[in-house]
């Protein structure tokens, strides 16, 4: 499965962008980590609070372009936005270069870019396409190449999505290799890195890799075993964060109704330490929202 758009994975705390963010995370992480098999929500009750950074097609088709007055700027190439990112030695622009290299990979395949779609409500335009055809007109074999290292950059530094993208990618990206070589010292340290980068975001309250990782545990998979408590853990965590943040009279999806069958495995020793990782979280992510520490 090739899932349409990674750019949406950043955090916000703008409700309209956790609703994008979090239809995104479920379908991702159900992609990789069906549901379990009795009492699971289905998708539209399992979600993670994430957020979009807004983007438009223009604003990086002319990321490098200054405006001059009655005149279009001129287009700049992709191997010139690549070019600029790769030198500031930001990780966030390394994130910014693996997506430029992604969503030209994705339109290659399909003619169309379906995470834009989803952002814009309606499909590309017969201009976007063409501007989106020009831009990824140069795309090497190199860049397809590099593109993986722009998205680890990433990730070990923490760049909020970016170790859900990993991990979603596989294990150099080829996701076959943890059914066809799961002993593979290599496929080993790189299922290692993978939850560790997101165990270390999840603990910063990076939410997206909170639902990432509460989707991992709940069942036995290619990455980890099912591990309830972690799973309730970090269900519990977002369970809170979403009463933060929800509009009065918005349902939250990882109320009871859904997920008390997750909560009856557990012993009441169980249910207490993971309701003590749940604060830890909590605790962070109001204290990066700037929201009071209780209440």
Known sequence: MRFPSTR?????VKFTG??????IAAALALAYWPAPESGAPD???VSAAGAPAGRSLESYLNIDASPVADAAPMPVTLAQQLARLAASGKPEDAYAAYNLLDDCISFEKE????GLEFELGREMTAQEKAAQQQLCAGLTQRQREERLGYLATAARAGVPGAATIFLSEGPFGDRSALRNRPDDPLVQAW?????????AQADEAELTSV?????????DGEVVQKDAP???????????????ILAPGVTNPYQDEYWHWLQAELTPEQQATASARAQAI??????HAGRPAHG
Request: hydrophobic share 55%; charged share 20%; glycine share 2%.
């Open 18 to 23: 956790l609703a994008i963010a979090a239809a």
């Open 43 to 45: 998708a539209a009750a």
């Open 191 to 199: 299922k290692r890195q993978a939850i560790a980068q997101l165990t």
């Open 211 to 219: 639902s990432t990782l509460m989707m991992a545990y709940l069942r």
């Open 230 to 244: 972690q799973a309730y853990g970090y269900l519990l965590a977002l369970r809170q964060v979403y009463d933060d």
């Open 282 to 287: 909590v605790a962070k992510y109001r204290q």
């Open 111 to 114: 003619r169309r870019l379906p």
């Open 8 to 12: 949406f994975l950043t955090m916000n």
